[in-house]
Structure formats: structure tokens, C-alpha cells
């Protein structure tokens, strides 16, 4: 090991025990995290506008498992991988291969997404659509969702709706509703009593008048009717500018109704670009909250999945970068010095609030994170260890000028 890593991670070590902070615990939770990756997100995959194909993107089920394993290879916590039912398992033998597949990666399977978007016959919506027929083609399709869960040992099936109305008069927004409660208690009836049933919400698109899931309150009133087994996720593209996103996260996790995330970032719409890219205290004061969370008692349990496709960035690498900035956001959250928080809010001290959030804030933390690697076995550079691994070259060769490199349908 290089001295002046050495050097520098004593001395961060150092500073933070003087400050009072008890660093194992700190590295014990850090070694403890579990990011979830997408398989779509190793696929060729892009904007509406088009897709940019990679020489190396995944094709099958297995491929996008495979790359996921390189993630949790060189970061040590994204141990999991979401699966998406209609673009990755398009046949009984594609789903016959997670099991090798995952053993093989060193990854379990994650979420199961339903996929009630695509079909020609959602026009007008699946769950809450006006037609019977198509009302039951969804909700078969995530019974069959639920079943696979169950056949990879899954815990989680993760709802995403497209549906909504794109103008006034289209539909009976109250009907809409009931529907869509009817349709979510047919699902939530056949989960196995360990699975989880998260609801995620998006304030708009593809349906521009109203979705049928707006915001978190509409998620939250959804799971509160269904029971506990139902929570919601907060995916964070899915806001309007300026929402203060962690005070949802804070509410949410008071009610007891946070049960995940999806990571990404948004800079004006649904952009699916890299968590933190653009607005690291934002989500530095996302995580400030979680780590304040699990410092309670009762601490809540929260799935932590990135919902990222990459168009312009290698796949593999943007994902490994995206699990860093999700590692430095925690770090640096649990470096928040809580009781002088507390007792500066108590005194009506505004700055010295502040202060105490952007102290932990500005504290570079990169010394500490690779200590945690190191101590893990692993390269304290992740990124520049997987570029000197050789596995994307290996598949850039394998994989290139493939027509089947699935994905968004794109
Ligand atoms: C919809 O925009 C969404 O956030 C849902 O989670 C989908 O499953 C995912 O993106 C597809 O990328
Ligand atoms: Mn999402």
C-alpha cells in the first residue's frame, strides 16, 4: 500500500475520532451496505430519442448478471441485481439460467419489475385501464411476476405504472382510482408472506394530464390500504424541480412507509443519469436522513437499487462510479455529529445547524471508504482496478456487432 494513502487515512481516521465518532461502527456500516443494480442498465439502452449501442452491452439474462457480479466484485456492496420481466426473461430458458447465472456472478436476484408499460393493449392504461380484459392481462402478468419472484428468491416485486391519462375528460379520475386499488389487493393477496410489495410514483410521463400515481401520497394511500407488506419507493427523477426530496424521505420514514429507492439523477426530467452527478449535497441530505433513520431504534428495512441507463457512459464503469457516489453520500452522512444538531436546533442556532451538516459534508471521506475496501480485500480504486481488470475489453470483443443486445426495446 502506498504511504501517503496510509498517511491520509490515518490522519482521517484520527480527526474523526477526535471529533467523537466511533469509526468501526462507521466501517462496519459501510462494509454492511447493499446497493441493488439494474439488469437493464447494462443492456443497450438509451433516451426515447435513440439508443447509442455498446460494443459490450448485455444481451441475455445471464450477460446482464455477469456484469452485475463485476460491480460487486470491485465495489463489495452491490451484492443484488433487480430483474426486469419482459426484457430479460423473454423464454423458460432464460429463466432457467439465474440460478447458474447468479451463483456463478456472486449476485442474488433483487426486485422483480413487472413490466405493464409495452403492450400495445396498455394504451389507455394496464391496472387502471377502463377495459376489464386488459385490467386482468396486467394483473396476470404480475401474478406471473410474483411466481418468478418466488422461483429466484426474490423479496421484492417492485410496481411501476405508466398509467394516466393524458386529457381532461379522457377517463373518470375517481374510477381510476378504484381501479387501481382493485387491481393492487388482487396482487397484494398473492404475495408469499416474505415478499415485499413497493409502489413507486412519477409526477408525470408517458401520461401528461394525470397519473394515476402522482406523488408519494398517492403511493402511500395505496399502500396504507393494502396493508404492511406494501410500502413505497421514491424514485428520485421522479419530482418536480425544486421538491425538497429528503423531507419526503423523512415523512416517509416517520409513517413507516419508505421501503425503497431508486437511484439516479434528474436535471430536468426523467434523465436516468448518475446519483449525485450534478447535486452531491442534495443527496448527501437524502442520506442524512437515512443514516439519522437507522440510528433510531425500529430502524427501518429500505431496499437501495440504482435506476440508471447509460446511453453515453460504459455501462459497467457508470455503474461502479454510481455505487461510489452512493458509498460517499452515506459515509459522509454518518459523519454528522447529531447531538450538536440537535442542541444547536434546540437553541434556535440556524447557522450552527447548518454547520454541523456541512462540516460532515465537507469532509473528504475517499480516505475512509478505501480503508473500508482494503480492510474488505478489495482494491480501494474500484474504478481504475475494473479498467485494469480486463473483463470490459474481453466482452467488447465477445459481445460486438450483436443485433440481440436487449433492453428498452430501443
Ligand atoms: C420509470 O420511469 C422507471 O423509473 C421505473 O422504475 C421503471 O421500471 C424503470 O424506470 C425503467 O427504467
Ligand atoms: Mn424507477
Known sequence: MSTLRKQAQDL?????????????????????????????????????????????????????????????????????????????????????????????????IGSINPNVFQDQAYKLGSLCSPFAGVRKQAVDHCL??????????????????????????????????????????????ALPADMTMLIEYKFFEPAFYATDLPDWGMSMLMCQKLGAQAKVLVDLGHHAQGVNIEQIVANLIDEDMLGGFHFNNRKYADDDLTVASTNPYEFFLIYNELAAAEERPNAPHIEYMIDQSHNIKSKIAEMIQTVMNIQTAYAKAMLVDRGALKA?????????????????????????????????????????????????????AERANRVDAGGLGQ
Open 12 to 108: 482521517l481516521v484520527a480527526q474523526l475520532t477526535d471529533r467523537g465518532l466511533d469509526v468501526e461502527a462507521i466501517k462496519t456500516r459501510l462494509r454492511n451496505q447493499v446497493i441493488e443494480t439494474p439488469s437493464w442498465g447494462y443492456a443497450n439502452s438509451g433516451t426515447r430519442f435513440g439508443a447509442f449501442r455498446q460494443p459490450g452491452a448485455a444481451g441475455s439474462i445471464a450477460e446482464k448478471i455477469a456484469d452485475a457480479g463485476q460491480v460487486h466484485k470491485f465495489t463489495g456492496v452491490a451484492p443484488k441485481v433487480a430483474m426486469h420481466v419482459l426484457w430479460d426473461l423473454p423464454n423458460d430458458e432464460a429463466l432457467a439460467s439465474v440460478p447458474a447465472a447468479a451463483a456463478e456472478a456472486g449476485v442474488s
Open 144 to 189: 406471473e411476476s410474483i411466481e418468478i419472484g418466488r422461483q429466484v428468491d426474490s423479496k421484492v416485486l417492485s410496481m411501476w405504472l405508466a398509467d394516466g391519462t393524458s386529457f381532461p375528460g379522457q377517463d373518470d379520475l375517481i374510477d381510476r382510482k378504484h381501479r387501481l386499488l382493485d387491481s393492487l389487493r388482487t396482487l397484494y393477496d
Open 344 to 396: 444547536a436546533q434546540l437553541a434556535g442556532d440556524v447557522q450552527g445547524a447548518e454547520l454541523c451538516l456541512v462540516s460532515a459534508y465537507e469532509t473528504d471521506v475517499r480516505p475512509l471508504v478505501g480503508l473500508v475496501r482494503e480492510e474488505m480485500g478489495l482494491d480501494p480504486e474500484p474504478l481504475k482496478a475494473f479498467a485494469a481488470s480486463g473483463y470490459q475489453a474481453k466482452v467488447d
